[in-house]
């Protein structure tokens, strides 16, 4: 039933988050980077038909239970998936510059304001090593907190629920802002779909 992944069209034009980020970065990172991750899941899975009906989310959550041959190789596509899919569908044209409620309130009392929380998200963002992600993400106590994760961990596997990222590998920026990340952060403050964010909340709770 999900086998074989397919790599969702994006919602908006590639130039649709232009000036802020470019649509050659966008092109790429939607039809090759995540294609890749796509491909190389359902290669995977290609010889494996008794995991073919587990979702995504089930696929990371067991990714210890599957057979050596492709633990590895399904954790990490299937991470790349989770992880690209969450990053393009919070994006959006260059519109609305903040949260409305109830994620508004939850960033307020959770953090003190938007500004710090916007200064958190970005000192994350700066002190994150390698390539990863950062998230906001709801604990399971209901609290909002900031994390980074490494290469394509998800925040599932630390049972924390997902309600928007920011990609730090180097192809999601390096084309544009070469090594400035400050930049990038900044710049992808401007295109969060935070209609998406709250209905990545309100799916949190339930
Ligand atoms: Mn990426």
Known sequence: ?????????????????????????MELHHNKHLQTYVDNLNAALKNYPEYQQ????????????????????????????????????????????QPENPLAAKIQSDFGSFSKFQDQFTKAALSLFGSGYVWLVESPNGQLKIITTPNQDTPLEYHLCPILNLDMWEHAYYLKNYNNRLDYINHWFHVINWEQANKNLSKCET
């Open 54 to 97: 587990l979702s995504l989310e089930q696929l990371l959550l067991y990714s210890d239970f599957l057979p050596d041959a492709i633990k590895t190789m399904v954790k990490n596509n299937a991470g790349g998936v989770l992880n690209h899919i969450y990053y393009f569908s919070t994006l959006k044209n260059p519109t609305k510059q």
């Open 1 to 25: 039933m999900h086998y074989l992944f397919v790599n969702p069209p994006l919602p908006y034009h590639y130039n649709a988050l232009e000036p802020y980020i470019d649509a050659k970065t």
